[in-house]
């Protein structure tokens, strides 16, 4: 089946630095790809959405500068942490949109976990 | 608004029936589903229904839709402990929104 591979599952990083995380659809093109965050013991908040060769629909609340989407493969999109501080620290999941299966519309990547010391 | 609630806590005896519950709020939604969730893992979709449907099985789970109160359920029957995770309602309308989540969890 369509499977979405995102990466790196875990990251430490020290407060300041970037921190890029990657979102694959493996076996299907992806023309729209959408960024969640989760805190601990929280549901799932829509970040963003982003489409193959445009730029992010970002939702309200969420800074665009902080959080840099690029999606400029149907396969790839990248979320990427700007200057990273302790309040980042969160579990992000990406999914990415299959037109071929409209009964499962969004498949899920594993998360990534990331830790701001 | 797009809220979706559940309630936070499930607590069942393993071989039990477990019925977790979503309210959502907005009527033109077309699908509606439940995935799972385990500790430091992403979602895995069990199943999903149809706006147009009242009643979905499959194999231990069977998701019920009351679509006039707007209120969906998932029934586990025979509750194992492989079955304690996090459960969300989501529903879809050009993207998915997701419930508060239910934590399960089973007992010996």
């Known amino acids: 089946g369509a499977v979405v591979s995102q990466h790196p599952s875990w990251v430490i990083c020290k407060s300041g630095t970037s921190v890029k995380i990657e979102c694959r659809s493996l076996?299907?093109?992806?023309?729209?790809m959408f960024w969640y965050r989760q805190f601990p013991k929280q549901s799932l908040m829509l970040m963003a959405t982003?489409?193959?060769?445009?730029?992010?629909?970002?939702e309200q609340g969420v800074e665009k500068d902080k959080f840099l989407i690029n999606h400029a493969s149907l396969t790839l999109s990248t979320l990427t942490v700007t200057s990273a501080h302790p309040e980042d620290s969160s579990f992000y999941i990406c999914?990415?949109?299959?037109?071929?299966?409209?009964?499962?519309?969004?498949?899920f990547g594993d998360g990534t976990r990331l830790s701001i010391l | 608004g797009e809220d979706v609630e559940q309630s936070l806590f499930l607590s069942v005896r393993e071989g039990d029936s477990s019925v977790i519950n979503c309210t959502y709020t907005d009527s033109s939604s077309t699908y509606l589903y439940w995935y799972k969730q385990e500790p430091g893992a992403g979602l895995q979709l069990l199943t999903y229904?149809?706006?147009?449907?009242d009643m979905k099985q499959d194999q231990r789970l069977t998701v019920l839709l009351n679509k006039k109160d707007k209120h969906l359920s998932l029934r586990i029957a025979d509750t194992q402990t492989g079955d304690s995770a996090i459960y969300f309602c989501?529903?879809?309308?050009?993207?998915?929104?997701f419930g508060t989540g239910t934590r399960l969890q089973v007992t010996l």
């Open positions: 076996d299907f093109q992806a023309t729209t």
């Open positions: 999914s990415a949109r299959d037109p071929g299966a409209p009964n499962q519309p969004q498949h």
């Open positions: 989501a529903e879809y309308l050009g993207k998915l929104t």
């Open positions: 229904i149809f706006s147009n449907m």
């Open positions: 982003s489409n193959e060769g445009s730029k992010a629909t970002y």
